[in-house]
């Protein structure tokens, strides 16, 4: 889970995947071979600017986007990520469909993985829009390894699957296109009916999807045929600040530091002059990570297993606070 160096990277390709999704090929400058990774894995770019609603150009901020990586993981020779266009969002997404270009350079993180495909004997996959990107490395590690697997991918529209391209090989009797505008609803609970103990699902994309595969996991948990659920949000739901205040110390350097009652670690220790990369600010990215040497953590993230939670090794200063009256961070 610790943070790796920066590497930088040029965009070979830039590729226009549907209306409102840009594919990034990414290699190094040198030819070499790039970083090994595992399915699940994303990376975060640096963008040096990013742009506001009106399409401006802000040279001030350096902000920090994650993407899963899409591409066959057995190719080290590149990278691809698939980007969706975010009209209302925080600018990245608008700064790489509008700035970037094929031969521009990049600073990226090596790969992390915060999703790891760790499947039963068949699987599910239910992918919600863009969320079919880390779906695709899993899918064809299910393939490799001869497991039993189908894909559910679901959009509103059909036009706007991206990806199709990297599904075509496969038995297509595995695979349900369904949008909303030709196909109707999926019939969600009609879908889990056929899980069993042996079955593994796996789901990226919109809140109320994932909200939706959450209860019904919940309805069927302890049953003797319960399938296992693991999911990735592109959002948290509201961020709870509630909690008592508590001292944090910085183990560089012994400066002790106090988060009040309301205030998130991350802002307060970034008002203090510590620098902490963020991006998110709600607990899904993973860039505000960091090493917990003492105490125990009140993690309130959406990345962390139960089992990671479980060592209190890291934590996401972003919205998790202190069950103890200190937390020693490795900063």
Known sequence: MAKNDQIVVKIAAKQQLTEDVVGLTLVSLEGELLPTWDPGAHIELTLEA??????????ENVMLRQYSLCSDNRDCSQWQVAVLREEGGRGGSLFIHNQLQAGDT?????????????????????????????????????E?????????????ERSRMSCLDKLASYDQSRITLNGDKEDGYIDLPGLLASCDSETSVYSCGPKPLLDALEQ????????????????????????DSSGGAFDVVINSTGQ???????????????????????SC????CGSCETGVLSGTPDHRDSILSE????????????VSRAISPELI???
């Open 50 to 59: 990013c742009t506001d609603a009106a399409g401006n150009i802000d040279t």
């Open 106 to 142: 990049l600073k990226v993180s090596q790969p992390r993985n915060h999703f790891p495909f760790k499947p039963r004997k068949k699987c599910l996959f239910i992918a919600g829009g863009i969320g079919i990107t880390p779906m695709l490395p899993m899918i064809q590690q299910a």
């Open 144 to 156: 490799t390894d001869g497991l039993d697997w189908r894909l559910v991918y679901l959009s509103r």
């Open 216 to 239: 019904q996991h919940a309805e069927q948990a302890g049953q003797s045929d319960s399938w296992s659920l693991d999911i990735e949000r592109f959002a948290a739901g509201p961020v």
């Open 256 to 278: 002790r530091i106090r988060i009040p009652e309301g205030q998130s670690a991350l802002t307060v220790l970034r008002e203090a002059g510590i620098k902490i990369p963020t």
């Open 281 to 284: 600010g709600d607990g899904v």
């Open 307 to 318: 089992e990671e939670r479980a060592d209190n090794d890291y934590m996401m200063l972003c």
């Open 329 to 331: 961070l490795d900063l």
